[in-house]
């Protein structure tokens, strides 16, 4: 079983910074990814970005850029750093952990099988 929790979330100014965390811990698969992924009210799902465990990181071109997703593997954290934020990032943003197999698939939500209890991020104008 994995457990994900993301931390940092919260209220910030347009144009402000704000960085989020995503912790794994638990017993799952030996090779995996981690995606992170935003929900705004009244949108779907979408994906933000994943970070392979060998290291490999993408991010979605509709937020690269802006966005900026690192590790640290001797803590098995992801973060999520977000500039120049937009009243439009705000959302619910979740970690989620799939196996390394499911690599090509990384922006399907369907493909994850483990959901971290997200954080929220509202960006006042």
């Known amino acids: 079983q994995v457990q994900l929790v993301e931390s940092g979330g919260g209220l910030v100014q347009a144009g402000g910074s704000l960085s989020l965390s995503c912790a794994a811990s638990?017993?799952?698969?030996?090779?995996?990814?981690i995606g992170w992924f935003r929900q705004a009210p009244g949108k779907e799902r979408e994906f933000v970005g994943a970070v392979r465990w060998s290291g490999v990181i993408t991010a979605s071109d509709s937020v690269e850029g802006r966005f900026t997703i690192s590790r640290d593997a001797d803590k098995n954290t992801v973060h999520l750093q977000i500039n120049s934020l937009k009243p439009e990032d705000t959302a619910f943003y979740s970690c989620a952990l799939a196996p390394d197999y499911r690599w090509r698939a990384r922006t399907e939500k369907s493909n994850y099988d483990y959901w971290g209890q997200g954080t929220q991020v509202t960006v006042a104008s």
């Open positions: 638990g017993r799952g698969f030996s090779t995996y990814f």
